[in-house]
C-alpha cells in the first residue's frame, strides 16, 4: 500500500515551474514587470527550437517566461497573430519526462512534443497538445 502510493508520488508534477506569457516585444513589456510589478528579471537567452526570445521573472518558486517571437513562423508569432498578446502556457516541473510523455501518449493524450526538445534555461521541454487539455497549453519541463 505504501509502496504504490510512493511510486504515484513520483509522477505528480512538482510545481508550477513558469507561466509563458506571449508579448510583441520584451523591451516593451519588461518596464511593466520590472518597475510596476517589482519582480526580478533573471535573465533573457534565445531559444532557437522555438523561434522566440524569452525573459524570465521570479516570483517566489516560479518563474514567468515573457515570449517575443524572433520571426513570423515562430509559434508565438502565429499565437500572437490569432489571439494576441497574453498567457500562452502554463510549465508543469516533471522527473521522467520522456517516461511522462509515453504514459500520455499510451493514454490517448495528443501531444504537440512526442520527444522533449531543448527549451530554455537547460530545461528539456515538451508540449501537450491544448486539445487534449481542455483548452489549456500545457509544458512539461525537466531541468536536469
Ligand atoms: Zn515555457
Known sequence: MLETV???QVKVPKKID???????????????YVDQLQLKLLGIEEVSTQKVRVAFLKIGEAKLELLEPLSEESPIAQFINKRGAGIHHVALAVDDIEDRLNELKQNGVRLINEKPVPGAANAQ???LHPKSALGVLYEFCEKK
Open 125 to 127: 521541454v515538451a508540449f
Open 18 to 32: 513558469h507561466i509563458g506569457i506571449a508579448v510583441n516585444s520584451i523591451d516593451e513589456a519588461l518596464p511593466f
Open 6 to 8: 510512493v511510486v504515484e
